[in-house]
């Protein structure tokens, strides 16, 4: 039984893309881990498999836990991150447990009280099965389930298997690397950069490698990898991984942009296209403007609700200079900031956490130029790329 996404996602070299090559771009079939069924289903029979699972976790058109169920495979559990199992929770809006409506599955939430599965929900269960697409972004709490799910399994003795899945944003290595000692949270938890270039599989064996987890065991882990993808390719998701991410734009622009839930300024939560625009009421009026409005299931309270934000539209934005570039887009931060701080209290204290260091911030106050600051990365950037190194599957 093999699907493949070549109708909904396809996958190209970086630089035909970015009209760095004269060659035409070759659509080529991409295969991620959950469609080579064949992989990983032998591992599975006769085994209770608990799934950590989300709206993304597809095999073709339908959802990985039918097409266990299909086959006969017997799910006893369904483990669910942040935005739920079906993907329609606000972000950082906790859940409890419950029963999947549609399979009758009890679910398990992995983003209220409990962030890492208890011992009792490892108890009546043989393999966990790990399936939720990234984004390739430090604070992307997936990467915090992936850490916690890895370090009950190790403890527990309970083998994981990873399905994985391309990183649309795994053509680039950008951004500070995270102070574990200050700033460790769930929305960065491991000495990375912002932007870390490596697909989840890859991440979790570097978590295993790294012992980045509690305790001296290592998790018994396997990666079902993808096929025809390299770091250098463009991936088109065939699913949004979030409620806030309802586009490839979107997508490409979220590092950078994150910056932004850190201050006072708007990404456009509460408005039909966020992470493609940003503005506040103290920027000047270009011509742009939105007011971010409460929006169930993507944005229930967002910054800003009912103000009207002059900004900056990013959604016709031409993709091919901003990739081309393979790194954070800091101007948009400079700019509002040396605009707004005369007159606005400009940092949130949760800029810390998503930068994972104090010293992005005294740059920015100091007047440091964006080369200025790229520059201080470089050594904790090139001590990162040997670690990452290591643990690479797709050279």
């Given at each position: 039984?093999?699907?493949?996404?070549?109708?909904?996602?396809?996958?190209?070299?970086?630089?035909?893309?970015?009209?760095?090559?004269?060659?035409?771009?070759?659509?080529?079939?991409?295969?991620?881990?959950?469609?080579?069924?064949?992989?990983?289903l032998?591992?599975?029979k006769?085994?209770?498999?608990a799934?950590?699972?989300n709206?993304?976790?597809?095999?073709?058109?339908?959802?990985l836990?039918?097409?266990?169920?299909?086959?006969?495979?017997?799910?006893?559990?369904?483990?669910?991150?942040?935005?739920?199992?079906?993907?329609?929770?606000?972000a950082?809006?906790?859940?409890?447990?419950?029963?999947?409506?549609?399979?009758?599955?009890?679910?398990i939430?992995?983003?209220?009280?409990?962030?890492k599965?208890?011992?009792?929900?490892?108890?009546?269960v043989d393999?966990?099965?790990?399936d939720?697409?990234?984004?390739?972004?430090?604070f992307?709490?997936?990467?915090?389930t992936?850490?916690?799910?890895?370090?009950?399994?190790?403890?527990?003795?309970?083998?994981?298997?990873?399905?994985?899945?391309?990183?649309?944003?795994?053509?680039?290595?950008?951004g500070p690397?995270?102070d574990?000692?200050?700033?460790?949270?769930?929305?960065?938890?491991?000495?990375?950069?912002?932007?870390?270039?490596?697909?989840?599989?890859?991440?979790?064996?570097?978590?295993?490698?790294?012992?980045?987890?509690?305790?001296?065991?290592?998790?018994?882990l396997?990666?079902?990898?993808?096929?025809?993808?390299?770091?250098?390719?463009?991936?088109?998701?065939?699913?949004?991984?979030?409620?806030?991410?309802?586009?490839?734009?979107?997508?490409?622009?979220?590092?950078?942009?994150?910056?932004?839930?850190?201050?006072?300024?708007s990404?456009?939560?509460?408005?039909?296209?966020p992470?493609?625009?940003?503005?506040?009421?103290?920027?000047?009026?270009?011509g742009?403007?939105?007011?971010p409005?409460?929006i169930?299931?993507?944005?229930?309270?967002?910054?800003?609700?009912?103000?009207?934000?002059?900004?900056?539209?990013?959604?016709?934005?031409?993709?091919?200079?901003?990739?081309?570039?393979?790194?954070?887009?800091?101007?948009?931060?400079?700019?509002?900031?040396a605009?707004?701080?005369?007159?606005?209290?400009y940092?949130?204290?949760?800029?810390?956490?998503?930068?994972?260091?104090?010293?992005l911030?005294?740059?920015?106050?100091?007047?440091?130029?964006?080369?200025?600051?790229?520059?201080?990365?470089?050594?904790?950037?090139?001590?990162?790329?040997?670690?990452?190194?290591?643990?690479?599957?797709?050279?």
């Amino acid at each position: 039984m093999k699907a493949y996404l070549l109708l909904f996602a396809s996958v190209l070299s970086f630089s035909a893309f970015c009209g760095c090559s004269k060659a035409l771009p070759q659509l080529e079939i991409i295969t991620p881990g959950a469609e080579r069924v064949e992989q990983y289903l032998p591992r599975l029979k006769g085994k209770r498999i608990a799934v950590v699972a989300n709206q993304t976790s597809r095999v073709g058109h339908q959802h990985l836990v039918d097409t266990l169920l299909a086959l006969s495979v017997d799910v006893v559990k369904i483990f669910s991150p942040e935005h739920g199992f079906r993907g329609k929770k606000d972000a950082g809006e906790t859940f409890t447990d419950g029963v999947d409506t549609k399979t009758g599955l009890p679910l398990i939430s992995l983003y209220g009280r409990n962030k890492k599965p208890k011992i009792d929900d490892l108890t009546d269960v043989d393999v966990v099965l790990f399936d939720i697409q990234d984004v390739g972004v430090r604070f992307y709490t997936y990467l915090s389930t992936l850490h916690y799910v890895m370090e009950a399994c190790a403890q527990e003795d309970v083998p994981l298997i990873i399905l994985d899945r391309p990183n649309p944003n795994g053509f680039y290595i950008d951004g500070p690397v995270l102070d574990t000692t200050a700033y460790a949270s769930f929305i960065g938890l491991h000495p990375v950069p912002i932007v870390y270039g490596m697909t989840i599989g890859e991440y979790g064996i570097m978590i295993n490698g790294e012992h980045w987890y509690n305790g001296t065991d290592t998790c018994d882990l396997a990666v079902i990898p993808v096929d025809h993808y390299t770091h250098d390719s463009l991936y088109q998701l065939p699913v949004a991984p979030s409620p806030n991410l309802q586009s490839m734009q979107a997508v490409y622009l979220y590092p950078s942009l994150a910056f932004f839930e850190g201050t006072i300024v708007s990404v456009g939560r509460g408005t039909n296209s966020p992470f493609t625009r940003f503005g506040h009421p103290g920027l000047p009026n270009t011509g742009f403007s939105f007011t971010p409005r409460r929006i169930e299931g993507a944005s229930k309270n967002p910054k800003l609700k009912g103000e009207k934000c002059f900004g900056k539209d990013l959604s016709e934005m031409e993709l091919s200079s901003y990739l081309s570039r393979r790194q954070l887009e800091l101007s948009w931060l400079l700019e509002t900031y040396a605009f707004l701080s005369d007159e606005y209290t400009y940092f949130l204290r949760f800029f810390y956490q998503l930068s994972g260091t104090n010293i992005l911030r005294q740059q920015i106050e100091q007047g440091l130029t964006e080369e200025q600051i790229r520059n201080s990365w470089q050594k904790e950037l090139t001590e990162f790329k040997r670690t990452r190194e290591k643990y690479l599957l797709y050279k």
